[in-house]
């Protein structure tokens, strides 16, 4: 991504994820996240704050909630399998594209104290969407009438599972590719629930 087209936010937060992940939350300065976006430190606190609150601001702009909340009400063809299977694969594509930011939220939790429930907020988000869809499925005889948020949050465990797999570069399943597990793992899905 060419940052001179982006504005001083956008390149402040995406510093700020590029050396954060490569160096950890405690070793980096605000002033080397503005340098790295070639602006200054005082612009950095102009706009954010703080780093922590950049962080938190990167971790809203860059995660999933809002394309899934446009997936959810555009893309849609009320068809089982075809719409988990396009959940499934902009998931991935969303998270491997946020792949630094997953990195440091799950590395830096712990040492910024308010920052687990600010990450847990998009999960929370994807279950309640997830789960209204579910219903609505049941409710238009497409799906079995069983338990909704159950359902969804087992079909996003299984993402989150197939993706903290591949985060660490496949090392722990190396036979099995991303591509033909989500597949066939949509098709089994699909196939218990429909009636």
């Given at each position: 991504?060419?940052?001179?087209?982006?504005?001083?936010?956008?390149?402040?937060?995406?510093?700020?994820?590029?050396?954060?992940?490569?160096?950890?939350?405690?070793?980096?300065?605000?002033?080397?996240?503005?340098?790295?976006?070639?602006?200054?430190?005082?612009?950095?606190?102009?706009?954010?704050?703080?780093?922590?609150?950049?962080?938190?601001?990167?971790?809203d702009r860059y995660h999933y909630a809002e394309e899934m909340?446009?997936?959810?009400?555009?893309?849609?063809?009320?068809?089982?399998?075809?719409?988990?299977?396009?959940?499934?694969?902009?998931?991935?594509?969303?998270?491997?594209?946020?792949?630094?930011?997953?990195?440091?939220?799950?590395?830096?939790?712990?040492?910024?104290?308010?920052?687990?429930?600010?990450?847990?907020k998009h999960p929370l988000q994807l279950l309640e969407i997830?789960?209204?869809?579910?219903?609505?499925?049941?409710?238009?005889?497409?799906?079995?009438?069983?338990?909704?948020?159950?359902?969804?949050?087992?079909?996003?465990?299984?993402?989150?599972?197939?993706?903290?797999?591949?985060?660490?570069?496949?090392?722990?399943?190396?036979?099995?590719?991303?591509?033909?597990?989500?597949?066939?793992?949509?098709?089994?899905?699909?196939?218990?629930?429909?009636?």
């Open positions: 991504m060419d940052s001179s087209k982006l504005g001083s936010s956008d390149r402040l937060l995406l510093a700020a994820l590029n050396l954060i992940a490569a160096k950890g939350y405690n070793g980096v300065t605000t002033l080397e996240i503005a340098t790295e976006a070639g602006l200054s430190e005082k612009t950095l606190f102009r706009q954010f704050g703080s780093k922590q609150k950049l962080l938190e601001a990167a971790f909340k446009k997936l959810f009400s555009e893309k849609l063809v009320w068809d089982l399998e075809k719409d988990l299977l396009l959940v499934s694969k902009t998931y991935h594509e969303i998270m491997n594209r946020n792949r630094k930011l997953i990195q440091i939220s799950l590395k830096e939790e712990g040492q910024l104290p308010g920052f687990r429930e600010r990450t847990h997830l789960t209204n869809y579910f219903i609505t499925m049941s409710e238009k005889g497409k799906m079995i009438p069983t338990n909704p948020e159950m359902h969804a949050f087992s079909f996003m465990m299984m993402n989150f599972g197939a993706f903290m797999n591949d985060l660490d570069s496949h090392k722990n399943y190396s036979t099995i590719s991303l591509e033909p597990f989500i597949q066939e793992s949509v098709k089994i899905f699909a196939r218990a629930l429909q009636p």
